[in-house]
């Protein structure tokens, strides 16, 4: 043997003893260790695309992703066809958030021939990310045809029905994965929340029992029922929400990397910094009723004491709001396609001092990042009614009716009370203008109690309520938002077994916003949801001079309400019981003086009410930021701030006049 051919095949020998060590390394999930030894075996071998594609997972489950992805791409210069190492760039491309490209390589693989139905499903769930679900349907479709067993494409077509307003086929889909998956207490939680879009309450008792008897197993035993939102709408005790919302947030403190802690000097140039650094993360800064509600407050806080950086990880719509949006900071970022480590080292970078994050287990959150612990401090805010569960959010900003101390046990975090209604609003909604009753499908006579929540948030024992005002008000018709085509058999049928002719439900389809606000004024009486209450909804009636009629309960998402009401003087709205809010609608149809009361109050001091006061509403803000913060300057951890302790904090200022 020549002295060449015995020097490679001594490095081959020892690429191979290096590839067995990092496969053993995997075995053990040792990430970190098997990456250094597939980087020996390629650096032994560097024209093997096995080692290749080996160090390419290997970084890839380590959260390496840019060294992931020049691995694949050296693999695939090596062997362009090589399928398996297109798939993992398009997954490493995928954990970047980089959705557009990785749907493009998936794209690519399966026009050279490969058809994997899980390579399919991943395929999917890049242009479920990016808005285009029929493009995903197409897929999952032809996944089906080469599998119809594959668990994961059922789910997707569910995501991709879901995602057209096609609610019944996607249930149907979430009933395909019970049978393959009995056991899969994730699906019947989302099985649940489709079903109650189209108001398909069969089986509901039994689901609700399921659901909470999974989350009630000890950590041991408990089956993962994921999708915490989906538990918010559902009568479940509070502390069962908590537990499903730390089982999510759970999952991505898992994969998350911990940036180290700050050294001594980072901490003193933070504390000496004359303006504190709040980050604001969110997937909605575009025509969204997050950044509806927080723009105006964004344009004033007081920038001789706050430096306001936006993170943005949704999509550009080109909207006025979103150009607005943009304009109100004094950065904004966009952090998509970058990785939640990428992300989170950009926000350690920037020195953000609080980071507030606006999502909590919503659609398009970044819970990754922030269990990386980018800032010295983490606030749930805003976007989500209830806990994360996460031990990585410090503070969750409420006030003293939505989130009472009493009520702490509820929450992972520490509760920062805002005097007054913790959820912005401002005077930013249009003036409702003359519109009839006919022009709205209205009768004229009636007494109409309007419900433009979403759908899922209608239960059984409301719409039991509703129904025995009817039959106590024959002149009474309930008028319901129509959130998709697909409800309206399921909601006469309900009507028609509790004893109401169909004629007397109305369904309101989608207009313009400044057409939804006149047609909102048209309406008596707003009845609320429970156990989830309108929250953005219920101040778009008051705006309209609509009375809310609310019944609160433990959770936050079912004290909301009363919360706004309190902050346009209609505490009283908020009722202690089933029967008194029954009583209550009843009064307000046969009393001739209730209603004109009730909207007079609201149409006259529209532009003076504590609710749309945004000047105010934003030096409370500020006292609330600032309280946190200088504790964390004095070396204290979290701790609960009441309102009546940043009462003081605050400027007195005359409403509607900036401090």
Known sequence: ???????????????????????DHLLRRDWAAAVRAFERATRATPGDALYWLNLANARRRAGAFEAAEAAARRLLKLEPAHALGQQVLADVLASQHRYAESAAVFTALEAAGTQDPESMARHASMLLALCRPREALDVLIRALGVNPGVVSVHNLM????????????????????????????????????????????????????????SLSESPQQRPRVVAAFGTLSLPLPAALQRVAAAQESAAFQAGARLLPRLGAAARARRVARARVRVGFVSYDFREHPVSQLLVEVLEQIDRSRFEVVLYSSGPDDGSPLRARIAAAADRFVDIRGRSDAEAAARVRADEIDLLLD?????????????????????????????????????????????????????????????????????????????MTRAQAGLPEDAFVMCTFNHTYKIGPQAFDAWCRVMHRVPRAVLWIRESNGQLHDNVRREAALRGIAPERIVFAPHVPYDVHFSRLALADVFVDTWPYNAHTTAADALWAGVPVLTLPGESFASRVAASILAAVGLEGLAMGSVEHYEAALVTMATDPEVLPGLRAHLV???????????????????????????????????????????????????????A
């Not at 043997?1 to 496969?23: I, N, T, Y």
């Not at 996607?170 to 699906?187: F, G, I, M, Y």
């Not at 805003?382 to 003293?400: E, Q």
């Not at 929450?411 to 401002?426: A, K």
């Open 358 to 434: 606006l999502a909590g287990h919503t659609r398009g959150h970044r819970m990754g990042l922030f269990a990386a612990r980018p800032a010295p401090l983490q606030l749930g805010y805003l976007g989500y009614p209830g806990t994360t569960g996460a031990n990585f959010i410090d503070y969750f900003v409420g006030d003293a009716i939505a989130a009472p101390l009493a009520h702490e046990a509820q929450f992972s975090e520490r509760i920062v009370q805002l005097p007054g209604c913790f959820q912005p609003n401002g005077r930013w909604r249009p003036l409702p203008q003359p």
């Open 1 to 23: 043997m020549s002295a060449s051919a015995s020097a490679r095949h001594s490095l081959e020998a020892q690429g191979a003893r290096h590839w067995q060590a990092g496969r």
């Open 158 to 213: 569910a995501d991709a029905f879901r995602d057209q307003l096609l609610k019944r086929e996607a249930v149907e889909c979430l009933k395909t994965v019970r049978a393959l998956q009995p056991d899969n207490l994730e699906a019947l939680n989302q099985l649940s929340f489709e079903k109650r879009f189209i108001a398909d309450w069969s089986e509901l008792d039994a689901d609700i029992e399921s659901i909470a008897r």
């Open 604 to 658: 006259e001091n529209r532009l003076q009410l504590p609710l749309f006061d945004t000047p105010a509403y934003t030096r409370r803000l500020e006292a609330a930021l600032a309280a946190v913060w200088r504790r964390w300057c004095e070396g204290l951890p979290p701790q609960h701030v009441a309102a009546d302790e940043l009462a003081t904090a605050v400027p007195q200022t005359p409403i509607g006049h900036p």
